[in-house]
């Protein structure tokens, strides 16, 4: 990141609470609430910057998941998906 920004590249971060934060031009964090409690021990040393924005409202969600509603899903959980971040070398 730090390279990147040397460049005059404008960078746009997604999910990131880490060092390159401080060389994104903006950040998305859509996977977190401020409001929720979790939040705010995750991120107690964590001082939300300007160009930084948290929520669902920034997820990267087309408009027909969004509007999307759960009236005749069962609550009754059969598979469950555990997915971990993976990298391309």
């Not at 005059?8 to 401080?22: C, P, Q, T």
Request: hydrophobic letters at 35%; aromatic letters at 14%.
């Amino acid at each position: 990141m730090k390279k990147l920004k040397k460049t005059n590249s404008f960078l746009v971060n997604f999910e990131d609470l880490g060092e390159g934060r401080k060389y994104a031009d903006l950040i998305f964090n859509p996977i977190f609430n401020t409001a929720s409690k979790n939040f705010k021990i995750l991120t107690r040393s964590h001082k939300k910057l300007k160009n930084e924005f948290f929520g669902s409202d920034y997820a990267c969600v087309r408009d027909e998941f969004r509007m999307w509603k759960r009236e005749g899903q069962s609550r009754e959980v059969k598979n469950i998906l555990i997915s971990f971040g993976g990298a391309d070398p």
